[in-house]
């Protein structure tokens, strides 16, 4: 199934635009079949996008890959930009996440700026005749490395700095056909499904508004991308 709807652009999920058509072209993935296609980009957004907070939800796929770092909103993006790309169906599933999944990622001190319940979504990427969840990209591995490292004794459910999963030691976060999931423990309302981001914040909008978006924007997120940082050098 290649239905135009989930393979179509939009001004979030721009594709076409050459930042994206050239990765695509020098990384050679129009040449691999659709497994390897889903893995090549998936890879490419859990782990060389590096996890971190970009200004809003719902900025274009293009400024995503420009900055080289995202969120869950934004990674999928991305990624959902990317699979059409490659003529691969994808779709968008909206969600909120519990506040606490962020503690630790967002310092103490700022964490009176975050809502109660903060807009997620994940990607859904159809794949030989199933729609399979895509939401273990938003951690890459040298953060989430480090994060395993600081809680090395915590063997089963975690829920802190953008994780939450029933087990930290191996929460299956790898391509191999099948979901993948990084922060579903933390889900709180489900939004439902959309064909593109574009439709989703048209009708949820994004996180913040007024004098704490700017102060987000501005400020806060540049603190909590330090302190991101600070914690993905901790085994290094």
């Not at 497994?35 to 971190?52: N, Q």
């Not at 970009?54 to 420009?66: E, H, P, Y």
């Not at 976060?173 to 574009?198: A, C, L, R, Y």
């Not at 996180?207 to 914690?231: A, D, F, M, P």
């Amino acid at each position: 199934m290649k239905s135009n709807i989930y393979l179509k652009k939009s001004n979030i999920l721009d594709y076409d635009t050459p930042l994206i058509t050239d990765l695509i072209k020098n990384r050679g993935w129009n040449s691999l079949d659709d497994f390897e296609k889903i893995g090549a980009a998936y890879s490419f957004v859990k782990d060389e996008i590096k996890f971190g907070y970009n200004n809003r939800d719902d900025i274009s796929a293009s400024f995503v890959l420009a900055e080289g770092y995202g969120q869950c909103n934004t990674k999928g993006t991305l990624l959902m930009a990317l699979l059409r790309a490659l003529d691969i169906p994808c779709r968008f599933h909206g969600f909120t996440i519990e506040k606490s999944l962020q503690k630790g990622a967002i310092p103490n001190y700022i964490m009176w700026l975050a809502p109660e319940f903060i807009i997620h979504s994940w990607v859904e990427v159809f794949f030989e005749d199933n729609w399979i969840n895509l939401e273990g990209f938003i951690i890459d591995d040298s953060y989430l490395k480090s994060i395993q490292s600081k809680f090395k004794n915590v063997k089963n459910n975690f829920c802190g700095y953008g994780i939450a999963t029933k087990c930290l030691l191996d929460p299956q976060v790898e391509w191999s056909g099948k979901d993948t999931f990084i922060q579903k423990e933390g889900i709180h309302d489900d939004f439902g499904i959309f064909n593109t981001p574009d439709e989703f914040y048209e009708k949820y909008g994004t996180n913040l508004s007024g004098i704490k978006n700017w102060l987000y924007k501005n400020v806060i997120r540049h603190l909590i991308n330090k302190n991101v940082e600070s914690i993905r050098k901790l085994i290094k």
